[in-house]
């Protein structure tokens, strides 16, 4: 007791106090009830989740900052895709794969069917090589061109839901462990959104390359026929429907972490528990139909 009482043994007797609340980070909500709660702050467990590094300190406060984030997210324009710096045929031209008047073929040929791509019609109309389209398009939006795929790549981390994969015409190449880089090969255009906003969730570095139209529409379709019990997909726009599906899934999973960005027209936000993943993608507009969706890409596809 008289150890106790000399001045020199305060400091170290009382120096423990501060680091009860080391037990975790504070909660990173404004309005959280709970930081005004200082002796439940100092002695709680660490029992929320983070949501892009942020610490949510119970389900309520995780799920009031998810639901502003879904709410900013629906609120943005699409990002509108840049022109490609030089149209498919004159580059084509200019490495002497076609000639102007092949060129010119395919653009008739192309307006008058009122469908396609233009390099598909430099294919069809026996003009050029798959290869040679392939190159010239690698070359366009400055990326190497894939040369083969790693199986292992494409189940990355629980991966990319395939609507967002199918909706891009993109598949994973390859996985570099030691760089934390995942490749992606596109089949029309290089969408540097989509790859910004993978990079976001997946929380990794990406880099574009592009890939034969034909190999990864035939990779896509096999994708197509298998099931994807870690993607759940759901075509809405109400938010009031959103943040129900979310509170429902946010209560059923109990994630440890939560990460989630708009690309293109959907909300993915990914679960991440401990035994589990849950991929959970909200379409904001529905599927168009096969005809309107081929008519809305000659403009862009045939420069």
């Excluded at 010119?104 to 109309?125: M, P, T, V």
């Excluded at 993607?231 to 809405?236: A, K």
């Excluded at 909200?282 to 599927?287: E, G, K, M, N, S």
């Amino acid at each position: 007791m008289l150890e106790f009482l000399k001045p020199g043994e305060w400091s170290t007797t009382w120096s423990w106090r501060p680091h009860l609340d080391t037990k975790g980070p504070g909660c990173a909500l404004a309005s959280c009830p709970e930081q005004k709660k200082v002796w439940r702050r100092l002695l709680r467990r660490r029992t929320g989740a983070f949501l892009h590094g942020q610490f949510y300190c119970c389900p309520q406060c995780l799920e009031t900052a998810l639901l502003g984030q879904i709410s900013r997210l629906r609120a943005l324009a699409p990002s509108i895709l840049p022109p490609n710096r030089i149209p498919l045929g004159l580059l084509m031209v200019a490495r002497g794969k076609l000639t102007h008047v092949e060129v010119r073929a395919a653009l008739e040929a192309q307006r008058r069917a009122r469908y396609g791509k233009i390099g598909d019609w430099f294919l069809k109309l026996g003009f050029a090589t798959e290869q040679d389209v392939t190159a010239a398009l690698a070359l366009q939006w400055g990326c190497p061109v894939a040369s083969s795929f790693d199986s292992t790549a494409m189940d990355f981390p629980s991966g990319i839901p395939f609507s967002i994969l199918d909706a891009f015409q993109m598949l994973p190449l390859n996985y570099a462990v030691s760089t934390n880089t995942l490749y992606l090969a596109f089949g029309e255009r290089v969408d540097h959104a989509a790859l910004y906003a993978v990079e976001k969730i997946l929380d990794c570095r990406t880099q574009p390359c592009v890939a034969s139209p034909r190999s990864i529409a035939r990779r896509l379709e096999h994708r197509r026929q298998l099931s994807h019990p870690g993607d759940v997909e759901f075509v809405t726009r109400d938010l009031t429907e959103m943040a129900r599906i979310t509170s429902s899934y946010l209560a059923r999973l109990s994630p440890d972490g939560v990460r989630l960005n708009r690309i293109g027209h959907f909300i993915w936000l990914r679960l991440e528990a401990r035994s589990s993943v849950m991929n959970l993608v909200f379409r904001l507009q529905p599927t168009v139909s096969p005809g309107r969706f081929t008519h809305s890409r000659l403009t862009v596809l045939s420069e």
